[in-house]
């Protein structure tokens, strides 16, 4: 599947290269952007996007506008970005033909999270790309052992008694050993779905899956934390 194609239209050059640089790091490749309504319809025509994100305030115009120029000639999801958080002028963004509504200020990773279900939504991404595959045979690194179906765990021989998801810990665990794995490759891994909001799941998961396979689970030696980044799996 082609890379889908993002067009930023926000009169803070700043914001835009945040966002940017955000939708980059989740994989996004072909992103532009611009800073005007004209600029935006120029860009909107020649790039061809799949996605819009669009500022309600612009320094020749509203969003509003270009949302509409955008639908005389397009289906494409628009997501507006606005200061503006009063329910009237949310209301107005999605009857005139916009999918979402994001009030400033705003989180980059739930703007990206936002963006990737409305691509989802319109056929144009999927998770699956993104998701590493399990390789055809079963893999031992240090004590631990993985069948090549990837459903059962041995330590030292002995089978952990683990439940589906904690098979699915291990799996990409043991896929990338001495690896940062970061929570949301994780969390696309093992639940096929965006982290957003999930923090707390993935933490559970993984201190009940360290009760069944470190010897001191409050200091652990296979699954290790990386503050701010992720976590580690100790390939001994």
Known sequence: ME????????????????????????????IETAHTLEEGWD??????PNIAILDVMLPDGE???????????????????SAKSEEVDKILGLAIGGDDYITKPFSPKEMAYRVKAQLRRAGVYTLDAAIEKPSSRGKTVGPFAINAEETEVKKDNRLLELTAKEVGLMATFM????????KETLFRNVWGEEFYGADNTLMVHIRRLREKVEENPSKPSYIQTVKGLGYRFAGK
């Open 3 to 30: 890379k889908p194609r993002i067009l930023i239209v926000d009169d803070e050059q700043d914001l835009c290269q945040l966002m940017k640089t955000t939708l980059n790091k989740e994989g996004f490749s072909k």
């Open 43 to 48: 860009r909107f025509q020649k790039f061809e």
């Open 63 to 81: 969003g509003f506008d270009l949302c509409r120029q955008i639908r005389e000639v397009s289906r494409i999801p628009i997501l507006f970005l």
């Open 175 to 182: 896929r990338n050993p001495n690896q940062i794995i970061s």
